[in-house]
């Protein structure tokens, strides 16, 4: 039962090159989302979705992008990095946000560094 | 807007001690409220959360909260802590007609031998 999985676990980038994060989740959950991790800043909301075919904008989303073709995965895409995009990034996913008794089940995280 | 504040970003306390975290939120309504831990260099684990059953919730490993409408408070407490509770805690709110939650900016706690 592998919940939650992100890929990779460390990565370093030069400033405008382009990579995608990868979450996949084996539960079948409709609910699945990306935050940002920084110090201080707690952790920010950059894109969600309720359901493939069907993604919307957190609190941050400017530089990423994300799609989900389908329920198992959603990968989150920086088009053109930039060093503010240095953080420690987390997949989430959860059963329904229809229900009020459900909660979020999370990814290791990925900690990416651009330079 | 709903919202939650975690009113300290870093606690310290003595290994045997009473651990309060303290967190307020906003809403309109009755929200639903977690509250998160995250060990060094790990994912986020649920420790408790409140869905307007009983107002005080208990979770894993000896810790509880109370739910307060009136101080509008979802203080997360452990009667003695352990030197594996040193941690960062996150409280977070259902925004359920945004179909998103909302994470407080974490509170680090620390354990003093």
């Known amino acids: 039962n592998a919940g939650v999985t992100q890929t990779p676990k460390f990565q370093v980038l030069k400033t405008g090159q382009s990579m995608t994060l990868q979450c996949a989740q084996d539960?079948?959950?409709?609910?699945m989302s990306w935050y940002r991790q920084d110090p201080g800043m707690g952790l920010r909301l950059i894109h969600y979705s309720v359901g493939a075919g069907i993604t919307d904008q957190g609190e941050v989303p400017n530089g990423y992008n994300v799609s989900r073709s389908t329920t198992e995965d959603f990968p989150l895409r920086l088009l053109s990095a930039a060093p503010s995009q240095t953080s420690v990034y987390f997949c989430?996913?959860?059963?329904?946000?229809?229900?009020?008794?459900?909660?979020?089940?999370f990814g290791q995280g990925t900690r990416l560094t651009v330079v | 807007a709903q919202s939650v504040t975690q009113l300290d970003s870093h606690v310290s306390v003595s290994e045997g001690t009473p651990v309060l975290l303290r967190c307020n939120y906003s809403s309109s309504y009755s929200p639903s409220l977690f509250w998160y831990v995250q060990h060094p260099n790990k994912g986020l684990q649920l420790l408790l959360k409140y869905t307007s059953a009983a107002t005080l919730v208990k979770g894993i490993n000896g810790f509880e909260a109370e739910f307060k409408k009136s101080e509008t408070s979802f203080h997360l407490t452990k009667p003695s802590a352990h030197m594996s509770d040193a941690a960062e805690y996150f409280c977070?709110?259902?925004?359920?007609?945004?179909?998103?939650?909302?994470f407080g900016s974490g509170t680090r706690l620390s354990i003093r031998p």
């Open positions: 989430a996913s959860s059963p329904s946000w229809t229900a009020l008794n459900t909660e979020a089940f």
């Open positions: 539960m079948n959950h409709e609910y």
């Open positions: 977070g709110t259902l925004y359920s007609s945004a179909s998103k939650i909302i």
